[in-house]
């Protein structure tokens, strides 16, 4: 699944004092797991975004967003024709693969990344098609459990209406990203109730919108975007989490360690 942790960082804090001939020191190998230690409550924050078309025939190049820096996490979005085994798009170099899905006029990839000593733009390469992408900047996002939930569906008839899947959010800290896609490139998109647009780009036979919202409630969520036209299209809601969200106090031969993914 979409569940894919890295760049891992830990803080370490020792509370035993081992110069103290009373201090009690549990047996070796015993290893006592104490639960979740609240974390300080910090919401993944929008850094920027950027988006770019293609024609078929010509690399796509999305510009790095402005202000992105080490350790911000990156979310890649590109639409393009209904893929076949010879024209899928390649990853690009230094993304990780996230989720792929066909709709009847075209099919959606998406891409992550963890910025590190970023260039000045992305690449897609051609895949004989036209496509058109886009790519999020957030800061305070877990290295360690960045995505939680990443899922996409298709229109069931042509409409202005586009529903993203409906999904359980898996822990209270997160925000709420919504992407949704048509091959029609004269659509402007209205973004869901409540949300922040943060993408609304046209070009080359595609539409795509990306909006974002912070959120704490466990209850089930769709996000539901207007399109200026009566098409089919597909939608999609990922789930990233706070940094932080991931506390486990462990104490280990009278050592006790504060772990935060």
């Known amino acids: ?54 024609a078929s025939g010509v690399a796509l190049v999305i510009t790095k967003p402005t202000g992105t820096v080490d350790g911000d996490f990156m979310l890649m979005g590109v639409t393009t024709s209904l893929a076949t085994s010879a024209d899928r798009i390649v990853v690009p170099s230094g993304w ?19 910025a590190s000593s ?8 051609d895949n004989g098609d036209a496509r058109t992408g886009f790519v999020l900047t957030y800061s305070d996002v877990s290295h360690f459990h960045s995505i939680s939930i990443a899922d996409a569906q298709e229109d069931t008839a042509a409409g202005t209406t586009h529903a993203t899947p409906t999904v359980v959010p898996r822990f209270s800290t997160h925000r709420v990203i919504s992407v949704h896609a048509v091959a029609n490139d004269t659509t402007t998109w209205t973004p869901p109730a409540g949300m922040t647009e943060r993408v609304d780009a046209q ?50 031969l009278g050592l006790s360690w504060i772990a935060y993914g």
Request: net charge neutral; hydrophobic share 40%.
């Open 96 to 114: 990780t693969f996230l989720l792929r899905e066909d709709y009847t006029s075209g099919t959606i990839y998406f891409f992550y990344r963890i």
């Open 1 to 54: 699944g979409p569940d894919k942790g890295t760049h891992p960082s830990t803080y370490a804090k020792a509370n035993a004092d081992l110069s103290n001939p009373h201090m009690i020191v549990p047996p070796p190998l015993l290893l006592t797991t104490l639960g979740a230690v609240p974390g300080p409550a910090l919401s993944p924050t929008f850094r920027a975004a950027a988006s770019a078309t293609a």
């Open 118 to 125: 970023e260039g000045a733009n992305y690449t897609i390469a």
């Open 203 to 252: 070009g080359n036979g595609f539409s795509i919108s990306a909006n974002d919202v912070g959120g704490s409630s466990l209850s089930s969520v769709s996000k539901t975007a207007t399109s200026s036209a009566s098409v089919i299209g597909i939608s999609a809601i990922v789930i990233i989490q706070y940094v932080r969200e991931f506390t486990k106090e462990v104490k280990f």
